[in-house]
């Protein structure tokens, strides 16, 4: 995450605002970014990556499996 951003979406928990009252998307914010920060006051905001492995979801570990079976490796 841009230095700049983190301090953005912290502020705007301070100001009590949401993603309910103020939709934000980030164009510059992928796993790695978030990886290291508490994620809960984030949720519903948007962001355009184009893919999050680690969503834990069925439809994600399976597109996982697919990935893996076509690529023929268990690193991706």
């Known amino acids: ?45 948007l962001t355009a990556w184009n893919y999050f492995m680690s969503v834990d979801d069925k439809g994600n570990d399976a597109f996982v499996e697919k990935w893996q079976s076509f690529s023929r490796t268990k690193s991706a």
């Open 1 to 45: 995450m841009a230095m700049p951003t983190l301090p953005f979406y912290k502020e705007l928990g301070n100001q009590n605002v949401s993603a309910e009252t103020i939709p934000v998307v980030a164009f510059s914010v992928g796993e790695e970014e978030l990886s290291g920060i508490d994620t809960k006051p984030l949720v519903g905001y």
